[in-house]
């Protein structure tokens, strides 16, 4: 929203130039340089965007500084525990939390689109038994553009509706066929009459040899760290599904995009590589010597699960994960896990060190969910996998938000050149 309130900018030829300010319901205010281009000649310079708003959005709202996160409103803090992931999934994709008939009828809707395409379920043949189950992810995902390519007019309200429907429904499908790939065991279908996250937790663990039903505390603990990881503002993957859908592309193929995007070790890939850096850690007594490599500008290891470029205080999901991780493993009887306590002393060690104090860097989302996931069965490159399931819920958020803003226009960074300046082309017999 366009505040009243104007910002001078002097140029060095001393022309001045008046920006409007924007101002949201919360958080920082943003200079207007919409027109900034056309009234200088010239552009702004933020590579990695640590200073710019891209969009307006209702989603999500951080404060990096307090350790603040709410979905449409609602603290993590109270959802945590208290809201179903599919209840969050309403939240973020409707504006308000369902009422108990709204969640019947939403449950409906997704549970009736959690079966993919027999000729879908047949492209896990042609990947290699040990394939990466987040390069199968991206490449499943985006095939679902094929399947519903000409049924889906992104204009059309009840279309988005529908799209959004399928790719929250078909995620844990799709996320489960890649475990059984891995496994070499068959694929299990969706049953309707489990919880969400039970299903998810049937497709991957049953087998058609014997009954299975989903160990209630592990079904707990997982559809609260889908909550957790529901939707985080316009972080890297949300920003990559925003800027491809912005063409009008197939939302299928930009939610791939998205995938792609969160697999790196910078962003979601960082819950994989947490537990190999633990490994790699092996021992309370080697905390300090890998504190001094992530330390050393020259080596080029970081302490994965630490950091976060809008969290400058402890993130809030975090603190919520390493109490989740304290009840699961007790209650899992996996009470003495080396690698949790590890995990603690590492993050005790850490915040005592000036290094990161000074910097601000806490542990994040990351530091702590893949204990829980390895206490739950879930195999380590299948961690990422399970914050691509999650995160759905925010990539589809955004994306129906953005297609239905009147103001939408194609994303088109610019650059600042900094390549040859003109020359004459030179035949290849005189070079
Ligand atoms: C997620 O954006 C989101 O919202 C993401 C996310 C979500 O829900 O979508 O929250 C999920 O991706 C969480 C982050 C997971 N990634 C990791 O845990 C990987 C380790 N963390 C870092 O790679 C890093 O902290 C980032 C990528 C998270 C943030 O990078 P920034 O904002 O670009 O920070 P930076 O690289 O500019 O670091 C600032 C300083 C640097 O030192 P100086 O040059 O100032 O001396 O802090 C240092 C960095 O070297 N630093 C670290 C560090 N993270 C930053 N040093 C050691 N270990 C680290 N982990």
Redesign the pocket.
Known sequence: MTDEKKVMLTLPEGKTVELPLRKGTEGPQAIDITSLYQQTGMFTFDP?F?STASCDSGITYIDGQEGILRYRGYPIEELAGNASYLEVVHLLLYGELPSVEELQSFRGHITHHTMINEALRRFFEGFHYDAHPMAMMVGVTGSLAAFYHDSLDIKDARHRDISAHRMIAKMPTIAAACYKHNMGEPVMYPRNDLSYTGNFLYMMFATPCEEYEPNPIAEKALDLLFVL?AD??Q????STVRLASSSGANPFACVAAGIASLWG????G?NE??LDMLEEIGSVDNIEKYIAK??D?DDPF?????????YKNY?PRAKIIREVCHQVLEELADTNNPLFELAMRLEEIALQDEYFAE?K?YP????YSGIIYQALGIPRTMFTVMFAIA?TAGWVAHWTEMISDPQLRIGRPRQIYTGPTKRAFVPIEQR
Do not use: I, W
């Open positions: 990695g640590v990881h985080h503002e972080n890297a993957s949300t070790p910078a962003h979601g960082a590589a947490v992530a330390k500008k970081r302490l994965m699960g630490f950091g976060h470029r809008v993130d910097r860097l994040n989302v990351d530091f995160r």
